[in-house]
Structures are given as structure tokens and as C-alpha cells.
């Protein structure tokens, strides 16, 4: 089949999330200016720059008035944590999805333990093995989806990294072990079960 996305595509969801899999997920911490701590999963979310360490996550979705929380809360303190999401974390971190309101702390919600962070406000997921604490960089404006909502990038710098050492093997993360939980299409999601190794070319 082809697709024009300016046309229905006739099927029953939109492949379109299924066309860019497995997609990493931010569980991105942060507290408003008022002090509200909030907690939220995006699958559009990814890292940018190795030097320096960049990431971005994408808070989009259907509100005419603006950023999503984690997006707002960001531009509005200039910091935010991306915490890993695993396997035994999947279901806290789908209830943290939850469409709360603003003044509600998702950590509470999804009945997990915080932990301090060393450079920024803004607290970890303590079950998580490993953190991105970030300074806000720039939000990249996207043009809003056809239902009228906002659309946008928001980036970071990342200024600290947190790894559990019960998940370092030789120096070297053992991603089997930690057992990222990462983003399908649809309802879906995959977590890393297995690893294999490839030699890039050399000149």
C-alpha cells in the first residue's frame, strides 16, 4: 500500500508510529514553578548530540493552551531528569501516563519512591537504573496536529549521568540485564531481550 498523508489511509489505526519502532522512551521528571513534581512518559523521545550529551522529547498532543506539563514545566525552571524505563517499571510508568491534572504528582499516582537529584530540582524515579539529569536548552515549535493541539521539541543538555553498578558488566552497560522497555505502534510495546554485535567499517 501507499499512503498520502494528507488522504485517509484507510486502516483501521494509523501505521504511522508502527513505521519508526522500537522507539525509546523519556520518562521525564520535572517540577513546576510552584513546586508541583510531575512525571510522564514520552515515546517520541530520543538522544541528539554525544559532544555534548543532548536529548529531546517531543510534547505534543491536543491542547490548544499550550505544553504538555513535562514541556512547561522545562521552559519554566530550565530542568528536567529522563529516567529509564524497564521491564519491571512498564506498568508504574503506563500509570504515570494517566491524563492528571497539573497540581497532581505523578509519582504518587504511579506509587514510586523519589530520589534526589545531584545538579537539578527536579527528583529521579529510585527504582530506575539509570538517569539523564538535563538543563534546558530550546523548545523547537512544530506545526500543531488537525485537531488543533500543540506541537512541539523540547531539548536538553545533559549535565549528570546516574548508573546503578548492579548494571555495569566489564564497564560496559549490560543492557540485557537493565531491560529498556521501548515504544511500539499501537498499544504496543518491546523490551531488550537480546544484544548482538557489529564492527562498523573502517577506512
Not at 499512503?3 to 522500537?22: A, Q, Y
Not at 521539541?153 to 543492557?175: C, P, Q, S, W, Y
Request: proline share 10%; net charge negative.
Amino acid at each position: 500500500m501507499f499512503w498520502n498523508t494528507n488522504e485517509p489511509h484507510g486502516l483501521p489505526h494509523d501505521p504511522f508510529k508502527s513505521c519508526v519502532v522500537p522507539r525509546p522512551i523519556g520518562w521525564i521528571s520535572s517540577v513546576s514553578a510552584d513546586g508541583v513534581v510531575n512525571l510522564a512518559p514520552y515515546s517520541f523521545f530520543n538522544g541528539v548530540s554525544g559532544d555534548p550529551p543532548m536529548v529531546m522529547f517531543a510534547a505534543g498532543g491536543r491542547q490548544p493552551s499550550g505544553l504538555k506539563d513535562s514541556g512547561a514545566n522545562a521552559e519554566a525552571t530550565g530542568e528536567f531528569v529522563c529516567n529509564m524505563v524497564t521491564w519491571e517499571l512498564r506498568e508504574p510508568m503506563n500509570a504515570s501516563s494517566a491524563p492528571a491534572a497539573p497540581d497532581i504528582d505523578e509519582f504518587e499516582l504511579a506509587g514510586l519512591e523519589t530520589e534526589p537529584s545531584e545538579l537539578v530540582a527536579p527528583p529521579r524515579v529510585k527504582a530506575a537504573p539509570i538517569h539523564l539529569e538535563c538543563i534546558f536548552y530550546k523548545t523547537l515549535g512544530l506545526p500543531p496536529d488537525r485537531h488543533g493541539g500543540s506541537n512541539a521539541i523540547v531539548t536538553g543538555r545533559v549535565v549528570g549521568v546516574h548508573i546503578r553498578d548492579a548494571f555495569l558488566k566489564d564497564g560496559l552497560i549490560d543492557i540485557e540485564r537493565v531491560r529498556p522497555v521501548a515504544r511500539m505502534g499501537y498499544q504496543d510495546y518491546t523490551s531488550v531481550e537480546s544484544v548482538f554485535t557489529m564492527t562498523r567499517p573502517r577506512p
